[in-house]
């Protein structure tokens, strides 16, 4: 197809962009092709997953097929450059939620002996 593409980009003539649309639709029925397979397959996985009980392994190939329709929750990336650096930006906004510790387990930490 790049062959066909850069031949008709250099002369641009009805011929060579016919053979350029031809080559472009045998590239797409390729993909649709092994598309097509490849939800075959995941769709027999599914099928063998139920047949073994293994649920939880059949939903996931369901919800990655998106046969079912439902949307994936999103997933965030936690902004940072360094491992640590994540941790702590995870870490902060909790902090002022979940506020200080009880008097009690300061008191029974003072008790207990190091």
Partial sequence: ???KGSKYHQTTSDNNRYEYEQAKKELEEAYNTIAEEEQRYKISLIE???VN???SQAWKLVNEIHVSGRRTSQRREIKG???Q???D???KPFVG???SEPKAIDALRK???S
Avoid: A, F
């Fill in 1 to 3: 197809m790049e062959e």
């Fill in 53 to 55: 009980s293994q649920h």
């Fill in 89 to 91: 930006n995870w870490y």
């Fill in 48 to 50: 063998v997953s139920h």
């Fill in 111 to 113: 008790k207990q002996p």
């Fill in 81 to 83: 450059d360094t491992k």
């Fill in 85 to 87: 650096e994540r941790i």
């Fill in 97 to 99: 939620l979940l506020g």
